[in-house]
């Protein structure tokens, strides 16, 4: 069965099966605006999807996932900003009170950021430019960590990365006014893929603490 087929195959199962079983719920969601409880900008890596991971339903997560989970600063011109849309329409339009930016072990954008300061930068038209957005990350990551090996200077990039978007996000007056006053909350996550741990970054200790299996 080739890629196509699987899909459509994978598509009939969940008409059968959960669709099936929850017509009167999609119907419902269908029928009103959408009222996501969570904004979460991933990464688009394949195996790292939050709406699986945080087992929820449709409905509950605005999801925007680009290369590496970055978010560009706040410029508003004539250009194209599909991140800074989604985050437009998802605070000022959904009224979203929580923007949770989710980091993943394995990210093959913070490992091409890693060879572009190896000056292996990755080949094409797009990459390297938006991956520039996290040039500060490498530069600061590799200077104040110069014995570690790739791997351990990799996950440091990943997670600082997500510290960065975060950063990013205040650069929007409609996110920084809200968080002032009360109304809106940054998170900063970070997923192992092959583990399965979720991180949360505590601020009062400066780092990412594990999740644990039971409340």
Known sequence: ??????????????????????????????????????????????????????????????????????????????????????????????????????????????????????????????ISNWMSLATGVETSVREKHPDLDKPALLRLMEQQAVMQSLEMLRTFPFIAEREAAGKLRLHGWFYGIGSGKLSIYNPAEDRFVDVEDHA
């Open 1 to 126: 069965m080739d890629t196509v087929d699987s899909l459509i195959e994978g598509y009939r199962a969940f008409r059968a099966g959960a669709y099936k079983q929850n017509e009167a719920k999609y119907q419902a969601l269908a029928a009103r605006r959408q009222r996501p409880k969570a904004m979460i900008i991933a990464c688009c890596d394949s195996r790292a999807d939050p709406a699986m991971i945080f087992s929820s339903d449709p409905g509950e997560l605005f999801v925007v996932r680009n290369v590496a989970n970055l978010v560009p600063p706040y410029q508003p011109d004539s250009h194209y900003h599909g991140t800074s849309a989604a985050l437009e329409f998802g605070v000022k339009g959904l009224e979203i009170a929580d923007i949770i930016v989710m980091g993943h072990v394995s990210c093959g954008g913070i490992e091409a950021l890693y060879d572009a300061g190896c000056g292996h930068p990755p080949e094409g038209d797009f």
